[in-house]
């Protein structure tokens, strides 16, 4: 499939140490795997001059101290708080000064960023996802691309997550409900 660089982003999702290395709080060794995917991914893109966007997963220390319910730290343990090695991106995914870095506090990397009016303001119509947790990050943001009228096209062997049974999951549902799923050959930038 291709893709007009000028009118795609390549989306990298939370490919940070806390999930992606050994030593991360929710490291999973499939999101490790991921990164070599990713970088290609990445690396095609830059050389047809299409645009790349990392997410950042961040929490402050004190983000869900007043949480009615929604509270992740709960739910995933203390993970990728601000300031801290966990919440890096890892090292082979260095972004470019060109690349946008979104800093995001939700599985959503759409909401409250500035992910939207980035991508209006670029003429972005096209959304390539890659990253980790398939079925979390990924699949939420993809689905909220959607939402906004994106192309969202998740890229199945590019992804991280923690059973095989959850990337199914993910791939088969953004396929079924709001997208596309292609595999890492078949994106092409022309």
């Known amino acids: 499939m291709n893709f007009d660089p000028d009118r795609t982003a390549v989306v990298i999702v ?27 991914l ?24 007043d949480a009615y319910y929604y509270d992740e730290f709960d739910r995933w343990g203390e993970h990728v708080v601000e300031e801290s090695w966990e919440a890096q991106l890892v090292e082979e995914l260095s972004p470019a000064k060109e690349d946008l870095v979104v800093v995001k506090h939700t599985y959503n990397a759409f909401y409250q ?9 670029h003429g972005i119509d096209d959304l390539v996802f890659a990253g980790t947790l398939a079925n979390v990050c990924v699949l939420h943001t993809a689905s909220a691309a959607g939402f906004r009228d ?14 095989a049974d959850d990337q199914k999951y993910a791939v088969e549902h953004a396929d079924w409900l709001f997208g596309e799923r292609k595999t890492l050959t078949e994106v092409q930038f022309e």
């Open 150 to 163: 994106y192309r969202p096209v998740v890229v199945d062997d590019a992804l991280g997550y923690l059973e």
């Open 113 to 121: 960023t500035q992910l939207d009016g980035w991508l209006d303001a």
């Open 14 to 40: 939370d490919m940070q140490n806390g999930f992606c290395h050994p030593d991360g709080s929710l490291y999973a060794p499939p999101s490790e795997n991921a990164i070599e995917p990713c970088k290609e």
């Open 42 to 65: 990445v690396d095609r893109a830059r050389d047809a001059g299409s645009h790349v966007v990392f997410t950042r997963d961040v929490h402050p220390p004190d983000q869900f101290e």
